[in-house]
């Protein structure tokens, strides 16, 4: 029963992306059309629904398949993060009317959709850190005020986007094109993954030794960049039997501390996403940000401000309960202290004053309009940060994920 639940998730969600992927279309034309506006747009919003409907019920039969919240590892994280998202999306479309927030937030749900997927999606036994009730209360919370605090980065990315103009050679424009840079750089960065990985069957294996002192091995997808220190190149031969090979590596080696193999997969999606970027320039001749301005001609930047301030009013509440507060009563069930600064814990502490240093400059030096959306942005960027890098890249007690 429970290979049918989890076999039931997985088509659960799998359809739920197409239909967030197909819901663009009839949302697209509904912001173009004049005349048949309402109806595009009844279509795109009753298309997601379904979607985050189907969705829903993902986490419930892996729950029911687990046995536990499904909230344990990076894929299963990724995903309930992706279904906050557009959560949030639904909440304000339902109070603001705000279409043209689905052209925005829908794609970087599929993103992280696309993303999770590239982890495993296996049920494995849990460790002991992970086996208490306050996990999935603290991680749910978390979810939910990201997807809240999305909102509030859409919303100022919107602004962003019709406020600067397209050919502006100033900071701003530079650095908004930078933004537009990383969102093509994930992309690629999974087209690149997915074929490398299961088209061309890239693996490249290497034995080291962890910051703990064991021996284990890295694979790689893509060819070394970055490495362990004193790894050594071998290929499986059979059941934990490995002989010494030869595989490509430039040379650039790292201490256990950080997870290299993981780094490794960082530095290629920054070299392939500048490669397609320069190709992309080449033949559109112009700035990326230019291509979505368009969708953004009719939006309120009173509108856009207002939401995006909302949405931190709600959201930071919530991430200070679940992020912090939360957080502290599971890590003295998990590890016998309520704060030790790990790095997971260092960057939830950083996110938090980010957001009251926010909500101070809103509240009492005036910071509306572009101010407060460059910084819901930097929000958002704060929270991928903690959700990628600290928990991909440096080793800490959040390793597990």
Do not use: C
């Amino acid at each position: 029963m429970e290979s049918t639940f989890l076999s039931l998730s997985n088509i659960l969600i799998f359809i739920a992306f197409i239909l967030l992927l197909v819901a663009l279309i009839p949302l697209g034309i509904s912001i173009k059309s004049k005349s048949q506006s309402k109806k595009y747009e009844k279509i795109a919003i009753w298309t997601i629904i379904i979607a985050f409907a189907l969705e829903l019920l993902y986490f419930i039969f892996r729950w029911l398949a687990t046995g536990h919240a499904p909230v344990s590892n990076m894929y299963e994280f990724i995903a309930m993060f992706s279904i906050m998202l557009i959560g949030g999306f639904l909440i304000t479309y339902h109070y603001f009317r705000t279409k043209v927030f689905g052209l925005f937030a829908i794609p970087i749900s599929l993103l992280l959709l696309g993303y999770g997927s590239l982890f495993s999606t296996d049920v494995q036994p849990l460790i002991p850190a992970l086996q208490s009730n306050w996990l999935a209360i603290h991680v749910i919370t978390v979810t939910l005020s990201y997807g809240i605090l999305s909102m509030s980065a859409v919303a100022g990315l919107i602004y962003l986007v019709k406020a600067i103009p397209a050919d502006e050679k100033s900071w701003r424009a530079r650095i908004l094109e930078g933004i537009m840079i990383g969102i093509l750089s994930v992309i690629m960065y999974m087209v690149t993954t997915v074929v490398m990985q299961y088209v061309v069957g890239y693996n490249d294996e290497f034995y080291y030794t962890d910051k703990q002192g064991e021996q284990v091995i890295a694979e790689y997808h893509l060819p070394s960049i970055v490495n362990y220190n004193d790894a050594i190149p071998v290929e499986h031969v059979g059941d934990n039997e490995y002989e010494p090979t030869e595989h490509f590596h430039l040379g650039i080696d790292l201490p256990p501390v950080i997870k290299a193999h993981s780094l490794n997969t960082v530095v290629w999606s920054i070299i392939i996403g500048l490669i397609t970027y320069g190709i992309v320039r080449l033949i559109i001749r112009k700035r990326l940000f230019a291509l979505v301005k368009p969708l953004t001609k009719k939006t309120d930047l009173a509108l856009m401000d207002e939401i995006g301030y909302r949405s931190v009013i709600i959201g930071f509440p919530l991430f200070a309960l679940g992020g912090i507060f939360f957080a502290a009563i599971w890590a003295q069930m998990a590890w016998s202290r309520f704060w030790g600064w790990d790095p997971k814990e260092t960057w939830a502490f950083i996110t938090f004053m980010f957001y009251t240093i926010f909500l101070h400059l809103r509240l009492n030096r005036g910071y509306e309009g572009e101010k407060s959306a460059w910084l819901a942005v930097g929000g958002f960027i704060l929270i991928l940060f903690n959700l990628i890098a600290i928990n991909l890249i440096v080793s800490g007690l959040h390793s597990y994920a």
